[in-house]
């Protein structure tokens, strides 16, 4: 995932801006981390960077 993807993004439960946890990067793509909204609570994990925006109650 890309960084600047951080200005399109938002929370799918509550519409919220996301913030970036970065754990692993390669050059300027993130390779894992999480997305997280400070609004409602909820983090998104990013696993060799994708992201993963499935609200809670829909992930496997």
Known sequence: ????LLEILRCPVCRG???LTTVE???D???R???GC???GVDYPIDDGIPNL???SARA
């Not at 995932?1 to 600047?4: G, S």
């Open 54 to 56: 499935l609200p809670p």
């Open 33 to 35: 981390g999480t997305l």
């Open 17 to 19: 801006e996301l913030r």
């Open 38 to 40: 400070p609004r409602c």
């Open 25 to 27: 990067q390669d050059g």
């Open 29 to 31: 793509e993130i390779l």
């Open 1 to 4: 995932m890309r960084p600047d």
